[in-house]
Every structure is written in C-alpha cells, then in structure tokens.
C-alpha cells in the first residue's frame, strides 16, 4: 500500500532510535517523516513549526468564527454608554 508522505525529509524509526536529535536537525526546522518499514509511522515536528501549525489552526478557527459573525446585527453605541 501506498503512502503519500508530506515531507521533503524522512527518516527511519532505527535511525531515530540512534540519534533522535540527529534527525529532528536533519529536517531543518521543517517536520521529518518517520518511517516503519517504507511506511510514515508518525512525523516528528520540531516545536517552533509545531507552534506555527498551532498558531494558525486558532486562526483559521477564529477566521471560521468571524465569517459566521458577520451577517449579524450590529449595536451602536458610543463610548459615554460604555
């Protein structure tokens, strides 16, 4: 079976074995796939891209908030009211 891996750097789970630091370097600063048997097992995501991919999933999250917001009726009021 076929697998499509997402990344431009993979590694095998022996060789994260050996030097797990190694291959979290080898990707650059960018996920590195872990294979089993030629297969992605997991990706090991390096905490600043993984801190990125966060960031915007709370984004999109919030983008999806506002667009069901923005069809809603507005309150006017002035800064006194407050």
Known sequence: MASQ???DTA???SELKANP??????????????L???????YCVPAK?????????EDLELLEIVKQRENEE???VS???L
């Open 5 to 7: 891996i997402l990344t």
């Open 11 to 13: 590694a095998s789970i």
């Open 21 to 34: 630091m190694k291959v979290v370097a080898s990707g650059e600063g960018l996920p590195v796939a872990v």
């Open 36 to 42: 089993n048997r030629n297969e992605p097992a997991f």
């Open 49 to 57: 891209a993984y801190e990125a991919m966060m960031e915007l999933i």
């Open 74 to 76: 507005s309150v006017k």
């Open 79 to 81: 800064l006194d009211e």
